[in-house]
């Protein structure tokens, strides 16, 4: 073995809080959307496709205005993951240290372009 692959979310980082307060101040901004998200709501679409996403939290709100407000969501979401980060669990970056020292190391994820660069900009972890 000369290589370790890491799935981001739920192994590395938590990021549901930040994410939820990014999410968050975008849908208030669309008047169909007369809700906060709550945190079970966001962690139970993680790992689903947009279009699911979409009709889960926004069932009344169109498809294309969907995809809109949830774009804006993810854009929003790496610009507060860049400033404030997620919550790294406990010894990530130490264990990290150590296994690149034997180890190429991954990142794989089915996030959004941004996401995983937000996690390496504001953890300095990227080497």
Known sequence: ???????LDGTLWDATEA???????VIKNYKEIERELTKK???????????E????LFPNVP????????GEC???ECIY????GGRLYDNVV??????????????????ECGYIEAFFKYHKVDK
Do not use: H, P, T
């Open 19 to 25: 994410s939820l307060k990014a999410w968050n101040e």
């Open 41 to 51: 709501e966001l962690e139970s679409i993680m790992g689903l496709q947009i279009e």
């Open 63 to 70: 498809k294309e205005r969907q995809q809109k407000i949830l």
């Open 1 to 7: 073995m000369d290589s370790i692959i890491f799935d």
């Open 81 to 84: 993951l860049i400033e404030k």
């Open 53 to 56: 996403i979409g009709m889960r």
């Open 94 to 111: 130490e264990v990290l240290n150590l296994l690149s020292k034997k180890y190429k190391l991954f990142i794989v994820s089915n996030c």
């Open 74 to 76: 993810a854009e929003r």
